[in-house]
T-cell receptor
């Protein structure tokens, strides 16, 4: 079974721009979660989608948004990029809600904002 | 913050030794999970222990959970160089969110 894939793997953007990251979950998984990882803040939960509905949202500003498609693929968007948005963005999928089931993580998208 | 705190932050041991890392959390939980992350890559799930379980084993891994102390420990026996990674605990406090701890950086010296 193919693992979780994320595209692109690396991205360099300029302050003020917007970016869209993509995540394809493991086949059959209905839950997709997004995390931001930085050296200073560690791993922080962004949001979780389950069957195209946002089920949970972390404490991030509205510039961070996401969506899930009927095939469970998910995208997250960050608008008006700031330097502090530079991070590794990780996507994870699980069969059902992530809190009760193991999550399978993708390799991440490394975003650098200059 | 509802994040767990791992202790120690960093651990360096010789190959063949055992490694123990601890996780403390603040609120009551339904389950606790441990993950491993190799440098700058995605996380790999290691083990999930539910709140009504006290101990769980998986290969060379042993996880304990003490809900009265709000703490968990991960023991890796007979460590190998390939175990070098960061280890995170993740707790689920009932809000359907997973909160990751700050991580323990384990270095196993061949």
């Amino acid at each position: 079974k193919a693992g979780v894939t994320q595209t692109p793997r690396y991205l360099i953007k300029t302050r003020g721009q917007q970016v869209t990251l993509s995540c394809s979950p493991i086949s059959g998984h209905r839950s997709v979660s997004w995390y931001q990882q930085t050296p200073g803040q560690g791993l922080q939960f962004l949001f979780e989608y389950f069957s195209e509905t946002q089920r949970n949202k972390g404490n991030f500003p509205g510039r961070f948004s996401g969506r899930q498609f009927s095939n469970s693929r998910s995208e997250m968007n960050v608008s008006t990029l700031e330097l502090g948005d530079s991070a590794l963005y990780l996507c994870a999928s699980s069969l059902f809600l992530s809190s009760s089931y193991e999550q399978y993580f993708g390799p991440g998208t490394r975003l650098t904002v200059t | 913050s509802q994040q767990g705190e791992e202790d120690p932050q960093a651990l360096s041991i010789q190959e063949g030794e055992n490694a123990t890392m601890n996780c403390s959390y603040k609120t009551s939980i339904n389950n606790l999970q441990w993950y491993r992350q190799n440098s700058g890559r995605g996380l790999v799930h290691l083990i999930l222990i539910r709140s009504n379980e006290r101990e769980k084993h998986s290969g060379r891994l042993r996880v304990t959970l003490d809900t009265s102390k709000k703490s968990s420990s991960l023991l890796i026996t007979a460590s190998r160089a390939a175990d070098t990674a960061s280890y995170f605990c993740a707790t689920e406090p009932g809000a359907n969110n997973l909160f990751f701890g700050t991580g323990t950086r384990l270095t196993v010296i061949p």
